[in-house]
């Protein structure tokens, strides 16, 4: 039992001893704005309290609410003969089991349309939005490893060509502090869509997060995809949300 002890404190020691020799050449590949640094150490990567962390997993919780896969196409919408006039949804149904959901209802749009033209129906727009706040020392990441060595967090995400409005996605993801308002690093996408090309496919949206500084302990994941409501509802669906830590490598 003595042995095993000292045999644990000696890897200790050794990881401790990786970060504190290894920061200032860190430093300097942060300088040069570089994505690959340092090589992971072997103690890390054999450490037991890495083989418990959750390092190249996806960290998001129901990351496919609607039940589909990023490697099958999206399903092609249904169009009734006679419009099915239902009450207003403003979101698919599915098991949402993980995610904190809102809807915004947004105005009419009314752009366009000539004074005095007699309107029947119009299309109400919606933003359907899901998030989630991934604690990255609860799965298994110390301070240390995230001050100093920096594991990139990757983000990834796909969402449906639903050609409802020129705008139907939206991503907001923060790297938050221990207080979870601090941001330490964020990325937005909010893509425009062309509407002239049709091909109904999923479009991925990707983001790698690295050497974003001291202090991360969170990861906020926020996307909106945009739904439209005219007798019946045509949504923006989507699938694949992640949030992947992993360790950095060289580029050779």
Same mark, same amino acid.
């Given at each position: 039992?003595?042995?095993?002890?000292?045999?644990?404190?000696?890897?200790?020691g050794m990881v401790f001893h990786l970060l504190a020799t290894?920061t200032s050449g860190r430093r300097s590949l942060r300088r040069?704005?570089? @994505?690959?640094?340092?090589?992971?150490?072997?103690?890390?990567? +054999?450490?037991?309290?890495?083989?418990?962390?959750?390092? +190249?997993?996806?960290?998001?919780?129901?990351?496919?609410?609607?039940?589909?896969?990023?490697?099958?196409?999206?399903?092609?919408?249904?169009?009734?003969?006679?419009?099915?006039?239902?009450?207003?949804?403003?979101?698919?149904?599915?098991?949402?089991?993980?995610?904190?959901?809102?809807?915004?209802?947004?105005?009419?749009?009314?752009? +366009?349309?000539?004074?005095?033209?007699?309107? @029947?129906?119009?299309?109400?727009?919606?933003?359907?939005?899901?998030?989630? &706040?991934?604690?990255?020392?609860?799965?298994?990441?110390?301070?240390?490893?995230?001050?100093?060595?920096?594991?990139?967090? =990757?983000?990834?995400?796909?969402?449906?060509?639903?050609?409802?409005?020129?705008?139907?996605?939206?991503?907001? &993801?923060?790297?938050? +502090?221990?207080?979870?308002?601090? &941001?330490?690093?964020?990325?937005?996408?909010?893509?425009?869509?062309?509407?002239?090309?049709?091909?109904?496919?999923?479009?991925? =949206?990707?983001? =790698?997060? @690295?050497n974003y500084g001291p202090g991360a302990r969170y990861v906020?994941?926020?996307?909106?995809?945009?739904?439209?409501?005219?007798?019946?509802?045509?949504?923006?669906?989507?699938?694949?949300?992640?949030?992947?830590?992993?360790?950095?490598?060289?580029?050779?």
């Amino acid at each position: 039992m003595e042995s095993q002890k000292q045999d644990n404190s000696s890897k200790e020691g050794m990881v401790f001893h990786l970060l504190a020799t290894e920061t200032s050449g860190r430093r300097s590949l942060r300088r040069s704005g570089a @994505c690959r640094e340092l090589p992971c150490p072997t103690a890390w990567t +054999g450490s037991p309290s890495t083989r418990r962390s959750r390092l +190249g997993r996806n960290l998001l919780k129901n990351p496919a609410p609607l039940g589909m896969s990023k490697d099958t196409p999206p399903p092609e919408p249904e169009y009734h003969d006679m419009p099915m006039r239902g009450p207003p949804r403003f979101q698919l149904d599915g098991d949402f089991t993980g995610w904190t959901t809102s809807v915004e209802i947004l105005p009419y749009d009314t752009s +366009g349309i000539p004074q005095g033209a007699m309107i @029947c129906e119009l299309p109400r727009l919606s933003w359907f939005s899901m998030e989630q &706040v991934v604690d990255l020392k609860a799965e298994g990441l110390w301070e240390e490893l995230l001050d100093t060595f920096q594991p990139e967090i =990757v983000i990834q995400d796909f969402y449906e060509e639903s050609q409802v409005h020129q705008s139907i996605y939206q991503l907001h &993801v923060k790297l938050l +502090g221990a207080d979870k308002s601090t &941001v330490i690093s964020e990325h937005s996408v909010n893509p425009t869509e062309d509407l002239s090309t049709y091909s109904h496919t999923w479009k991925e =949206v990707s983001h =790698v997060f @690295c050497n974003y500084g001291p202090g991360a302990r969170y990861v906020h994941f926020v996307h909106r995809l945009k739904n439209s409501f005219m007798m019946e509802l045509y949504p923006t669906k989507f699938t694949g949300s992640s949030v992947i830590v992993r360790p950095v490598t060289t580029s050779s």
